[in-house]
């Protein structure tokens, strides 16, 4: 055989290396997608956690109100832990300030695996929160996202009396006084207890800027999946009283 006769069967009886890496390619990714579609339909760790957004703020209210009254339920980690190793369906996410003061799980009497908690000083949504709370509804399966304020808030009068003075905190503190500024103005314009009131508008102006957040938390609450709701949590009995939305 010649040597271009046999140089042409070589390169039709054995594959190229951009054939071979592209064949490996295909294999890997038909792998993945195999698993992304075992995992997703994988039964949850937590199934009673599998609830509708009015179930799981009862739920979560309910808990509160074991808090309050001193009867919390035994939760058993270590079974929760190996659980909960492979995964996660939390039935409800909590948007908190960073106040150490607060602590959600206990505040509702939660187990691990239970709560999708995002800390701040302010409770405001900035960019990583929302998408934070966006991976928490989309990905987990989350139905009901609460903002939760607090009285006698920090960082809600350090923004008070940054803009009554004119003065601006040392390091990135203005970064949370730039994101609370605006309940706090509104809160200033009207009077009275004015740090009560401008905790109760960040409150609201952060439900309002989740639930605009397009296109994962908007379409959640338009469609029903997902209720965005708020509260504030009181330091002297631990009590969470909602906050009405108009």
Known sequence: MCDQCSGTMRDRSTPSRRSAMLLTASALSVAFAGRAFAKENKRPPKPQNVLSPDAALKRLMDGNARYVDGVTRRHDFKHEREVLAGGQNPFA??????????????????????????????????????????????????????????????????????????????GHIPSLVDAIAPAAKAAMQQGGDVLDKATRQNVVDNIAKLKSAAPILSAAVEQGKLKIVGGIYRLTTGTVDPIAQG
């Open 93 to 170: 996410a909590v948007l908190s300030c960073a106040d150490s003061r607060i602590a959600p799980e206990y505040a509702f009497d939660t187990g691990r695996g239970d709560l999708f908690v995002c800390r701040v000083a302010g409770n405001f949504a900035g960019t990583e929160t929302i998408a934070s709370m966006e991976y928490a509804v989309a990905v987990l399966n989350t139905p009901l996202i609460l903002v939760l304020g607090h009285d006698a808030c920090g960082a809600i009068g350090a923004t008070l009396k940054a803009i009554k003075d004119n003065t601006s905190p040392p």
